[in-house]
């Protein structure tokens, strides 16, 4: 069974500095993808970042980026130049080839101070 | 170009009621996926609806049912209501195609609490 684990149940950063968030998961397929999905209080899922497991280049999208570790089965967040609008819950989600389930991790709170 | 909408927003039911959410996919979109999200947990994955079928179910009992509709809305449905059964119901809708992964975009959820 797959199981993804978020160690930080919560985190805060400082505005403009940087964060990483940690994720590790488990899965005994080859294929899949990596995501980090983004709840604010208004309660819907945003997706942040996606990871494909075949890809051996981390992912980017502005101020967000992973560090994936594939042999270590690690996927960790950082978010440069913190904003307050990036306060919110965080979760880290697995998808395995042939399923059609999205796997959650338990989130990671992220508080970012002015 | 409409998002995933759900309804209604929150729900307050009573242990033993049944209850039935909604969900409309976003606009080209085919398939309707259901998560539960209990409170400082996780989303989890219920089941899936394609071509008005159940496509994959998760660890949930059989007091969790759907449906989907031919435009491709979809409901769940819950009976006889536990209290653990309060908790967050996300909606995600996704487009059927080949490939590994069809992204899923999430609605904003229905709140169930029961009392």
């Known amino acids: 069974a797959q199981t993804v684990t978020q160690s930080q149940p919560e985190m805060s950063v400082q505005e403009a500095e940087t964060v990483t968030l940690s994720c590790t998961y488990d899965?005994?397929?080859?294929?899949?993808?990596l995501f980090w999905y983004k709840q604010p209080p208004s309660r819907q899922m945003i997706l942040v970042i996606r990871?494909?497991?075949?890809?051996?280049q981390n992912a980017t999208e502005n101020r967000f980026s992973v560090n994936f570790q594939k042999a270590a089965k690690s996927f960790s967040l950082k978010i440069s130049d913190s904003q307050l609008g990036d306060a919110a819950m965080y979760f880290c989600?697995?998808?395995?080839?042939?399923?059609?389930?999205?796997?959650f991790g338990k989130g990671t709170k992220l508080t970012v101070n002015p | 170009d409409a998002g995933v909408t759900q309804s209604p927003t929150h729900l307050i039911k009573t242990r033993g009621q049944q209850v039935t959410l909604r969900c409309s996919p976003k606009?080209?979109?085919?398939?309707v996926s259901w998560y539960q999200q209990a409170l400082g947990q996780g989303p989890q994955f219920i089941f899936q609806?394609?071509?008005?079928?159940?496509?994959q179910r998760g660890n949930f009992p059989d007091r969790f049912s759907g449906h989907q509709f031919p435009n491709y809305s979809s409901e769940l449905n819950v009976n006889a209501l536990l209290l653990g059964d309060s908790a967050l119901y996300l909606c995600?809708?996704?487009?059927?195609?080949?490939?590994?992964?069809?992204?899923?975009?999430f609605g904003p959820g229905t709140r169930l609490t029961v009392l």
């Open positions: 995600a809708s996704s487009l059927n195609k080949q490939g590994l992964y069809n992204e899923q975009f």
């Open positions: 990871q494909e497991a075949y890809k051996q």
């Open positions: 899965t005994s397929e080859s294929d899949y993808y």
């Open positions: 609806y394609y071509e008005e079928e159940e496509r």
């Open positions: 606009s080209g979109h085919d398939t």
């Open positions: 989600a697995v998808h395995q080839g042939g399923s059609e389930k999205l796997v």
